[in-house]
């Protein structure tokens, strides 16, 4: 018997960044030795006040459900953090708390986006961003980066693709995939131009404690103009907390409201232990925070070094996150030793798989031939050793 799906299944892609940590998975099952440069999230464990906060959690009964929209508790908690970062305050109607800033994105733009809208999301992106537009009905209009300056928006691109129908834009500095950090005037940029067409800007701002070369300036502190700006922000990288799903929202009250509307009607509430686990995290003890920091910066650099001495690849530093972007134009249209032509970075990401067990990302996958994605947020021996091995398959590429 066929089962008959909704359209809206048809519509929207799977996630292929899980998939890619599932082959990894599977092949390490089998007993495989391999590598994976596909991970979206930091190697470390949580830090152990947060583990004990979350432990005393359950056992002092925070097992049930909470408000919709967050406890008061966490609220706080974020008020303060986001004070002591930028000096504004933030009303407690003005905060949403959700099971990661993933369900923050997606109920953002059912709150806000429909049917006949268009929202700007630029490429590279992350893959779900296009899905979280297409859910909602509306559609993503792609706009071009500079890859050589960090991606950069390319204004030019943009003035040229504006429409009536954009209701709103999407931006994510420090990015996944590329990790670049958009400068201060680019972002001030953006905000104008949506100001002056009545955009809502989402600012997705999960990697802002990953910033290595420069203070990072939250969009909050550069929005003079006051256009209507939605901030995510999330718990899992910063803290190393991707199991516990927790992330959140600052926007004005009417969409906050509207927010929790849709959220009461799918999840409830976010989870209460994580949730008792952040408030620890934003109240507590930043030290392990800037630990993970200097050792990201460290890979980062062990990384950039090992991938621009292979040859025909061309590899910027990023500003920020665990990813870097390099581009391996270069290998594409070369020939396999079973006679394949690899087509595309899927295709050679898939070769790199088979030939010398290392997971990676094709970039083709966030809009971007050519590039593939390699996370840095591993030892420095594995990043070593999993390029070697790299090397090893690309020189048997005819
Ligand atoms: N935004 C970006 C750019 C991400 O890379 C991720 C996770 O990979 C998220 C949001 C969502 O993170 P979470 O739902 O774990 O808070």
Redo the contacts with the bound molecule.
């Keep these: 018997m066929s089962i008959a799906l909704s359209k809206l299944v048809d519509k929207i892609k799977p996630s292929f960044?899980l998939e890619m940590t599932a082959r990894a998975a599977a092949l390490r099952e089998k007993g495989v030795d391999v590598i994976n440069f596909g991970v979206?999230?930091p190697d470390f464990n949580t830090p152990s006040h947060i583990i004990e906060a979350g432990q005393n959690a359950i056992q002092d009964g925070y097992t049930k459900y909470t408000p919709g929209s967050g406890m008061l508790e966490l609220k706080e908690a974020i008020q303060t953090k986001i004070e002591n970062m930028t000096g504004i305050f933030y009303d407690t109607n003005q905060i949403i708390v959700s099971?990661?800033?993933?369900?923050?994105?997606s109920v953002a733009c059912q709150a806000l986006f429909e049917d006949g809208d268009k929202v700007i999301i630029f490429s590279p992106y992350?893959v779900?961003?296009p899905e979280f537009v297409t859910l909602s009905g509306a559609e993503p209009l792609l706009v071009d980066t500079l890859p050589k300056k960090q991606f950069e928006p390319d204004f030019d691109d943009l003035s040229e693709k504006l429409d009536p129908s954009i209701k709103g834009i999407i931006i994510?500095s420090p990015?996944?995939p590329t990790g670049g950090v958009w400068s201060d005037e680019a972002i001030i940029k953006i905000l104008e131009i949506s100001k002056a067409n009545n955009w809502v800007v989402i600012s997705?701002e999960?990697?802002e404690e990953l910033v290595y070369d420069r203070q990072f300036t939250a969009i909050d502190n550069l929005n003079d103009v006051g256009a209507e700006l939605i901030t995510?922000r999330?718990?899992?990288?910063t803290y190393a907390m991707?199991g516990w799903?927790?992330?959140y929202t600052t926007a004005d009250p009417v969409i906050v409201k509207a927010m929790s509307k849709i959220q009461g009607q799918t999840t409830s509430c976010p989870n209460a232990i994580g949730q008792k686990a952040s408030v620890a995290a934003l109240l507590g003890d930043q030290g392990p925070i800037s630990e993970m920091k200097k050792k990201f910066k460290e890979r980062r650099q062990i990384m950039f070094d090992e991938l621009n001495s292979l040859d025909g690849v061309d590899c910027d530093m990023p500003g920020g996150?665990f990813y870097m972007f390099p581009d391996f134009s270069s290998y594409l249209n070369r020939q396999t030793k079973d006679g394949k032509i690899l087509q595309d970075t899927f295709d050679l990401s898939d070769y790199i798989l088979d030939t010398a067990n290392v997971v990676t990302v094709a970039g083709d996958g966030f809009g971007a031939k050519g590039y593939l994605r390699l996370s840095f947020a591993t030892s420095a021996e594995i990043i070593k050793n999993g390029i070697k091995r790299i090397e090893k398959s690309l020189k048997e590429l005819k």
């Design positions: 960044t979206g999230e099971n990661g800033g993933k369900q923050s994105l992350w779900s961003f994510n990015s996944n997705d999960t990697y995510i999330s718990m899992s990288k991707t799903r927790i992330g996150a």
